[in-house]
């Protein structure tokens, strides 16, 4: 295997003062959460005295200031413990940072060091009931009223919804100009008009409480806007490769993951007297999956060189986030075959890998939009008159 060079001795630390905190601490509960549809807040406020929440944000503000290496970690530990609870990912390397870098020094210094505690659990609403990845399109709309902004709408498929107390809106302030009519609002349930539906029922994900939110008559205060009035849309594609590449760093570990929980299982399991894993058919299955694992992570690992240095362009997170998450459906289809009946079965970690891979080619934008935007890259359906 090509060795990583990524991480320093400092981060293999981090790396496992997560993976006990997965062990001991999230691993035990993962059941409770998935059958209540939500994680505990308890598990929030224990991972912010331990410093694993918003571990990117400054010191002034709470945070550690650590390098994006860092959530790499965290993402690369939760997959690996097989964890699909933990709204973590949307708290501290979405929304936190939409906060630190387009909010107010105000509004950072009142919600950042809260998130960074966990006293305050975050979310970003984008999605609309009729929009999915399509931006532009959104009906949520804030208008001005003296110094504040009424905003009136809905949003779905919320990740952290139902727990959150604080929500980045993306909203229209300006109808007549689509995209380059759109803001972002930092809105708390403190805020009269503001409520949740209850937690949706998912297919996977099933610990990760998924809410709709709606946004009825909500006064925002003017210094509650990110950046400036309509320059919202420049702010999210400003914020996407990062989040698409973060997709993309769970989908190659929780693909490392199923294929070395198979390797153990065809080691183990036994079929006309021999092993599974004796099989020419099984061994050049896994090894041809492993070869694929390993040009994954290859490319993502170079991909966070480019984030750490703010070089990664949107469409190369886009072929990161596209292909990484078609690899890890197709690695964990595979792997759950070689389980044979077992893999069918709940108890075993494959098949739990295998209905939460499923919504990985959906979020984050589907993976058409980001062929899409890979297309326009190399100069396809774009109108050069």
Known sequence: MIPRTLFTAEHETFRNTVSRFMKEQVIPNDDKWQNQGYVDKEIWQLAGKLGLLCVGIPEEYGGAGADKLSSMILIEEQAKANISSLGFGVHSDITAPYLLNYGSKSLKQK????????????????????????????????????????????????????????????????????????????????????????????????????????FQNVSVPQENILGHENDGFIYLMQELPWERLQIAIGAVAKSRAALDWTIAYVQDRSVFGKQVGEFQTTRFRLAELSTEIQIAQVFIDRCMELIQANQLDVETASMAKYWTTDLENKVVDECLQLHGGYGYMWEYPISRAYVDARIQKIYGGTNEIMKELISRSIGLGVNKK
């Open 111 to 214: 919600y950042l060091p809260k998130m960074v505690s966990g006293e305050m659990i975050g979310a970003i609403a984008m999605t609309e009931p009729s929009t999915g990845s399509d931006l532009q399109s959104i009906q949520t709309t804030a208008r001005r009223a003296g110094s504040n902004y009424i905003l009136n709408g809905s949003k779905t498929f919320i990740t952290n919804g139902w727990n959150c107390d604080l929500v980045i809106v993306v909203a229209k302030t300006d109808l007549a100009k689509r995209a380059k009519g759109t803001s972002l609002f930092v809105v708390d349930t403190s805020m009269e008009g503001f409520t949740k539906g209850k937690p949706l029922k998912k297919m996977g994900l099933k610990g990760q409480d998924t809410a709709e939110l709606f």
